[in-house]
């Protein structure tokens, strides 16, 4: 029986009287890459708090790896990389992962790999204040995975980088899946999660309108998928007559198709034989899905 790293069940937590987190439940199993999304102020860091035991819930259950937040089992069990990262600037990167890697009683040797995982081994003894911000949020990753944690939550954590930094990132983030341990990221670029993660959560003003993997939450939000036929000049219009619906572009014909009658509209694309040059498939966005599961629970509101 697989044990959950990461258990919330029925969790509220209100401020002023307005409910940020309401009645939200979920469990997250090991080797999980989970996103967490919502608009600002949807309740994500405030769960983030609650996990970690920054934060005390006004009801509701949560457990890390059978251990209550902020406990000191949970603690040596968790990593967490807020989306604004600050270190000492006098320290030097090197120094900070030493420093962090004694607080989590590890050898600091035993961190100094890292610096190289995230890239930055050759500014390693540089002050942490010439660091730029994505060097800084580099080092903060670096700093939440000393000790191999079993969940890791990271807000925000491509904040500041260059496209090279971001992959490297996931890269990290594949890593640490592989390894049996739980991701939960909360991010704001929804076409970086896309291929990475492989279930989303969606919260709208603090309540949980949305957790499944994505190829389910696309059926049920029963978004059109978007059929491109590529032809001839001289066969466009052919083509599109043929299909019985459809925009010509230039070379190619555009037509929607429900993902019920998907294998049907591609059969009867592939009767035109010689007539079709290649098909792309265009499967709706992770923002699609997003807006859609976001604007129903804004109208139910």
């Excluded at 500014?123 to 949020?137: D, E, F, I, L, P």
């Excluded at 491509?158 to 496209?163: E, N, R, S």
């Excluded at 299909?243 to 190619?252: F, H, I, V």
Aim: net charge positive.
């Amino acid at each position: 029986m697989t044990i959950p790293s990461l258990t919330v069940r029925n969790v509220l937590k209100r401020f002023s009287g307005q409910m940020a987190v309401d009645d939200v439940s979920f469990s997250l199993n090991p080797g999980e890459r989970v996103a967490l999304l919502g608009h600002n102020g949807a309740g994500k860091t405030t769960l983030f708090k609650i996990i970690l035991g920054f934060l005390k819930s006004d009801g509701g259950d949560v457990s890390v790896l059978q251990s209550a937040p902020g406990s000191n089992a949970a603690r040596q069990a968790s990593a967490y990389l807020p989306e604004s990262v600050a270190f000492p600037p006098a320290l030097t990167g090197e120094e900070v992962l030493k420093f962090y890697a004694r607080l989590k009683g590890r050898k600091p040797s035993e961190a100094m790999p890292l610096l190289t995982r995230v890239g930055l081994k050759d500014a390693a003894g540089r002050r942490v204040g010439t660091y730029s911000k994505g060097m800084r949020q580099r080092l903060g990753l670096a700093q939440a995975l000393i000790g191999r944690p079993r969940l890791v939550l990271l807000d925000e954590p491509t904040t500041g980088l260059d496209p090279i930094s971001r992959q490297t990132v996931y890269e990290l983030i594949g890593e640490i899946a592989e390894r049996g341990a739980t991701v939960l990221l909360s991010s704001h670029a929804l076409t970086e999660l896309e291929a990475r993660t492989d279930r989303i959560l969606i919260l709208s003003r603090g309540k949980l309108v949305a957790d499944d993997v994505l190829s389910r939450l696309r059926a049920e939000a029963g978004l059109p998928i978007r059929l491109k036929v590529w032809t001839s000049p001289e066969s466009l219009a052919e083509v599109a007559g043929r299909l019985g619906r459809g925009r010509m572009n230039g070379r190619s014909v555009e037509l929607d198709c429900t993902s019920s009658d998907k294998i049907q509209t591609l059969s009867a694309i592939s009767s035109l034989g010689g007539l079709v040059e290649d098909i792309d498939v265009h499967d709706p966005s992770l923002d699609d899905v997003y807006r859609h599961f976001s604007s129903v629970a804004e109208k139910e509101a």
